[in-house]
């Protein structure tokens, strides 16, 4: 089977509750901000989005929030439900001159208890 | 209708033999990357590739060389393969590699080397 990320921070939550998830990116030039879902054996999926002119933005179930000041951005997702089981990262966009580059943080595992 | 396909899924090869990971997107995307996961889940960019251009190169060590045939193809090809190469790889694309856009993720071609 695949292997497990046993150094990734983990949240429990009960099915039905809300998650929040933080994560903090590193560099102040980033203009955007992306979180993923990457569930067992599969890619990361897109979630939601957020550019760094807003501070938040809200999907289906998912909100984003984005605090330039002190470089944080947080995924908070209601009503958990055992499909949202998997590890989440958020991704921040370093801007050219180098080029676009998507810059993943470490990620955070979401274990949904029924 | 698969958006970005990876070939193979899996791979299992010995120390010091040479192989190649194929990508091809159907989403008329600009941008094309490789990204290597590790054992801790941790998402690192390799490259990306721009119109078949060459735009990031991540300090990978030059046996790994990415060959873009056409702004749909990315394949990876790794000379001389190391244990420590073992790792699952994700080829993504992107509509523009120069406005910070989402990224979509094949489903990964998990890496052994023996």
């Known amino acids: 089977g695949e292997s497990v990320g046993l150094h990734l921070p983990t949240l429990s939550v009960q099915e039905g509750d809300n998650s929040i998830i933080n994560c903090a990116y590193s560099n102040s030039a980033s203009d955007y901000f992306i979180w993923y879902k990457q569930e067992s054996g599969k890619g990361p999926q897109f979630i939601i989005d957020?550019?760094?002119?807003?501070d938040k933005r809200q999907g289906q179930r998912v909100t984003v929030l984005l605090n330039k000041t002190v470089k944080h951005l947080s995924l908070q997702i209601a009503a958990t439900q055992p499909g949202d089981s998997a590890v989440y990262f958020c991704?921040?966009?370093?801007?050219?001159?180098?080029?676009?580059?998507?810059?993943f943080g470490g990620g955070t595992r979401v274990l949904v208890k029924p | 209708d698969t958006a970005v396909s990876q070939t193979p899924k899996y791979l299992v090869t010995q120390m010091g033999n040479d192989k190649s990971i194929k990508c091809e997107q159907n989403?008329?995307?600009?941008?094309m990357y490789w990204y290597k996961q590790d054992s801790k889940k941790f998402l690192k960019i390799m490259f990306s590739?721009?119109?078949?251009?060459?735009?990031i190169n991540e300090t990978v060590p030059n046996r790994f060389s990415p060959k873009s045939p056409d702004k749909a193809h990315l394949n990876l090809h790794i000379n001389s393969l190391e244990l420590g190469d073992s790792a699952v790889y994700f080829c993504a694309s992107s509509q523009d590699g120069w406005a910070g856009t989402e990224a979509f993720f094949g489903q990964g071609t998990r890496l052994t080397v023996v």
């Open positions: 991704a921040e966009n370093i801007p050219p001159p180098a080029g676009n580059k998507l810059t």
């Open positions: 590739y721009n119109n078949k251009e060459l735009i």
């Open positions: 989403l008329g995307h600009d941008t």
């Open positions: 957020i550019r760094s002119n807003m």
